[in-house]
């Protein structure tokens, strides 16, 4: 049986995880969540996620959540290879590395910008945000100083994750190429990637709802 989601695909931790289901070429039971009007906490998603959040995965009875837990787990037991998910030690604790940087970094700007957005139909101001955005920029730039992927010389679960989240910072603040041409130079190989039509869709809602509420837009 197919493993089931509870996604949305404005949440780009839930773009991660439907990329990584269709470059493994896995097909998904997806049952949406709409976070606006907080079916995240009724007490049939609370039994299945105390913790309420998106994604979550089922399978076979087996339940998972974080995207970065879940992504890897279908790389594990659906996947063909390692390609995706290196088990060398080294390669593998780079990605970790990049997995860690996009959980406890980068997803805080996705959650304290677009979290008012979803649940409170609040407006943001982006200047608030917009110097620590850019220095997450300025240290992905970095990362790709060396490779053309973030943790290496081809795809693995760390760009899968990365991508929704700087493509969706993206749209708060755009990436100037002159600045940052490492990151553009990955945005538009990521955009060639046959998966990523998993983060357009998602990318086309969050700009849509976005357009109307950023202020100061920079
Ligand atoms: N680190 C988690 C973040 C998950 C997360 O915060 N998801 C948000 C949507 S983007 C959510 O479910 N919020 C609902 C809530 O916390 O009640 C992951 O990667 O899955």
């Known amino acids: 049986m197919a493993p089931t989601l509870y996604m949305s695909e404005i949440s780009p931790p839930c773009r991660a995880v439907l990329m990584t289901a269709r470059i493994l070429g896995l097909t998904l039971k997806v049952k949406k969540m709409d976070l ?17 959040t998106i994604p979550t995965l089922c399978d076979n009875g087996f339940v998972i959540w ?22 060398d030690i080294m390669e593998r604790a780079l990605i970790d590395q990049r997995l860690h940087f996009d959980s406890s970094v980068v997803n805080n700007f996705t959650r304290t910008i677009l979290n008012p957005i979803l649940y409170d139909n ?82 086309n809602l969050l700009r849509d709802l976005l357009s109307n509420r950023c202020c100061c837009p920079c």
């Open 36 to 52: 606006g009007k907080q079916e995240q906490l009724s007490p049939n998603f609370l039994k299945i996620n105390p913790q309420h």
């Open 122 to 203: 609040a407006y943001i101001n982006v200047e608030d945000h917009k110097e620590s955005i850019l220095k997450t920029y300025a240290l992905m730039e970095k990362f790709l100083r060396s490779y053309p992927w973030i943790a290496g010389k081809r795809v693995t679960i760390a760009d899968l994750s990365l991508i929704p989240s700087i493509t969706s910072l993206n749209v708060i603040v755009p990436i100037d190429k002159e600045d940052y041409p490492n990151l553009a130079k990955w945005i538009e190989k990521a955009e060639t990637l046959p998966c990523y039509v998993e983060n357009q869709n998602g990318l």
């Open 66 to 87: 974080d995207s970065h837990a879940i992504i890897a787990f279908l790389v594990g037991k659906y996947g063909n290879d390692d390609e995706l998910y290196s088990k």
